[in-house]
C-alpha cells in the first residue's frame, strides 16, 4: 500500500525538553524522583520512564497526588501545574523540577499579566485536561474555562475588560469559531491565540495531506489532545476517514479496505519508532478489497 509520511508530525520541542529534563533529574538525584501525573500523554514514554527509575503519581488532581510524593524530587510535567500546586509542593519540602513546556509558561505568563491588569480572562480549554487546570489556577475566580459555544452562551461576566485566550493543543479551526461565538457576546475582547506552533504546522500538514490520501492514522495516545485534535481536523476539514491507534496492534484492516494510499501523522508525545512501525507495516501490506 502506497503510503504518505505526513510532516511535520511527532515529538515537539516541549515533549523532547520534558524527556530530557526527567532523564536528567534521575541521574543527577539521590532518593525518589516521580513525575507529578504523565509527563507527556503518552504511556510508551512514561512507561519508559518507569523503567528508567522515575516514579508516576498517576493522580487526576495534582494537588491531591502531591500528598502521595512523600520526599524526594517532584517534577512537574510539560502540561504546567497551577501556582497552588507549586505552594503545596514548599510545604511538603518536596525538591521540584519544572518540566513545563515553554508554550505553556507563557500562557501562564499572559493570564497572570491579565488578571493583574483587571481584566477578566475566557480561557477555551478541555476540561479535566491537565493544561486548563494549572492556568485557571493563575487566577481563579477571574479565569472561565469554556470548552463548548453553550459555556460562551450562559458566561455571566461583568467586568468591562474582557480577553480570551486557549490551551495550546486545540483544534485551529475549532478555537476559531470559538473565539468568533466569545465575539458576538464580548465585542471588545481582547484576543489572544495560544495555539503552539508545533500543533498548528501538524494540523495544517495533516489537511493539506488529507487531500491526497484515502484515509489518515493518526499515531498517538487517547490521553494526548493534539492527537484527538489531529484526527478531528482530518475528518471535518479535510473530509477523509481518520483513525487514531496507540500501537500497530490497534489498527483495524476494515479501515483500509479499497484505499490504495494512506497518511500517516503521529502526536507531539508520540516516540518515532511506534510511527515507523506502523509505517513499514502499511508499506508492507497488499491493498485490500
Ligand atoms: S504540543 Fe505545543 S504546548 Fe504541548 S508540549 Fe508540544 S510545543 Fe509545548
Not at 503510503?3 to 523532547?16: A, D, N, Q, S
Not at 516516540?271 to 509505517?279: A, C, S, Y
Request: charged fraction near 25%; glycine fraction near 8%; hydrophobic fraction near 35%.
Amino acid at each position: 500500500m502506497e503510503v504518505l509520511k505526513i510532516t511535520p508530525r511527532g515529538y515537539c520541542h516541549g515533549v523532547v525538553d520534558a524527556i530530557r529534563i526527567a532523564r536528567r533529574v534521575r541521574e543527577e538525584s539521590d532518593g525518589p524522583v516521580q513525575m507529578l501525573g504523565y509527563l507527556v500523554h503518552n504511556h510508551h514514554v512514561t512507561d519508559e520512564l518507569q523503567e528508567q527509575g522515575v516514579g508516576l503519581i498517576d493522580s487526576a488532581d495534582r494537588l491531591a497526588g502531591l500528598e502521595q510524593a512523600k520526599d524526594g524530587t517532584v517534577i512537574f510535567t510539560a502540561h504546567g501545574v497551577s501556582p497552588a500546586v507549586k505552594e503545596k509542593a514548599q510545604e511538603l519540602n518536596l525538591r521540584t523540577v519544572d518540566a513545563t513546556c515553554s508554550d505553556v509558561v507563557r500562557t501562564h505568563d499572559l493570564v497572570k499579566r491579565l488578571a493583574s491588569e483587571g481584566y477578566e480572562v475566557i480561557y477555551i480549554g478541555r476540561r479535566g485536561h491537565p493544561e486548563p487546570e494549572g492556568v485557571v489556577g493563575e487566577a481563579p475566580g477571574r479565569v472561565h474555562l469554556v470548552q463548548e459555544f453553550e459555556d460562551v452562551d450562559t458566561l455571566e461576566i461583568t467586568g468591562e475588560k474582557v480577553a480570551v485566550t486557549c490551551q495550546t493543543t486545540l483544534s485551529m479551526w475549532d478555537t476559531d469559531a470559538m473565539i468568533e461565538r466569545v465575539k458576538r457576546r464580548y465585542p471588545d475582547v481582547e484576543v489572544y491565540n495560544e495555539i503552539c506552533r508545533a500543533t498548528q504546522e501538524r494540523q495544517e500538514a495533516a489537511v493539506e495531506a488529507a487531500q491526497h490520501v484515502d484515509v489518515v492514522i493518526v499515531v498517538g495516545s487517547q490521553r494526548s489532545s493534539n492527537s484527538k485534535r489531529l484526527v478531528e481536523v482530518v475528518k471535518n476539514l479535510g473530509g477523509k476517514p481518520a483513525y487514531l491507534v496507540d500501537r500497530l496492534e490497534d489498527i483495524n484492516l476494515d479501515w483500509l479496505r479499497g484505499a490504495t494510499k494512506v497518511g500517516v501523522t503521529s502526536g507531539a508525545s508520540t516516540p518515532t519508532q511506534l510511527t515507523r512501525q506502523v509505517v513499514e507495516y502499511l508499506q508492507e501490506l497488499e491493498v485490500l478489497a
